[in-house]
């Protein structure tokens, strides 16, 4: 029986040498990275690129292990006609944010340290399609490998369009 699954990830160097960070492009560190994936849990659809057309959040916990769980219903802007889809999202503080869907797919965003101290952010997808065939399966993947591309950049640059104005709104209380 053909795998109606497929697992991929994608990494991106957080603040790279080769663009010019400052006031406009502010470096972000591991802690604003942090908050800026707490943000996207509660709000996805400025930082994955088009990707999610609107979030709800139905409810916030924090569970027997110290994580806070946001439940929440995305629309996808691949089947904007399809009723939304519920998300259990699971929070490890400071490094991991898990978005489980009931089918079974798995999306986690990973925080994490090179070793010469460079910052990453990493998303890995573990996407369950019940019922496609092995061919259809082949053709959502190349989809959502482009897809993955862009959310990951996508937040970057929602997350320093954060950190700027975060640095305008101090600078100007001075």
């Known amino acids: 029986m053909p795998s109606s ?6 990494t991106a160097l957080v603040n790279p040498s080769d663009i010019t960070l400052d006031l406009t492009n502010p470096h972000i560190t591991a802690s604003q990275l942090w ?3 707490l943000a996207k849990a509660r709000a ?13 959040v139905l409810d916030e916990s924090i569970n027997e292990d110290g994580n806070l769980v946001i439940n929440r219903e ?5 089947m904007p006609d399809a009723k939304p889809v519920h998300e259990k999202v699971t929070a490890y503080e ?3 944010v898990d978005f489980e869907q009931p089918n079974g797919s798995v999306i986690s965003n990973v ?3 090179g070793l010469h101290g460079e910052l990453y952010l990493t998303y890995v997808f573990r996407w369950m399609h019940p019922g496609l ?6 053709r959502v993947m190349e989809k959502e490998k482009m897809g993955a591309k862009t959310a990951v950049q996508a937040t970057l640059v929602a997350v320093r369009k954060l950190v700027q104005e975060e640095n305008a709104a101090r600078k100007s209380a001075v």
Do not use: C
Not at 5 to 10: G, K, P, Q, R, V
Not at 74 to 78: I, L, N
Not at 133 to 138: I, M, R
């Open 44 to 56: 996805a659809e400025g930082f994955v690129g088009g990707a999610i057309l609107s979030t709800t």
């Open 111 to 113: 925080i994490s340290e």
């Open 133 to 138: 065939s092995a061919e259809e399966v082949k």
């Open 5 to 10: 699954s497929h697992n991929f990830a994608y």
């Open 94 to 96: 400071p490094s991991q």
């Open 35 to 37: 908050d800026g994936l």
């Open 74 to 78: 995305v629309v996808f802007s691949a």
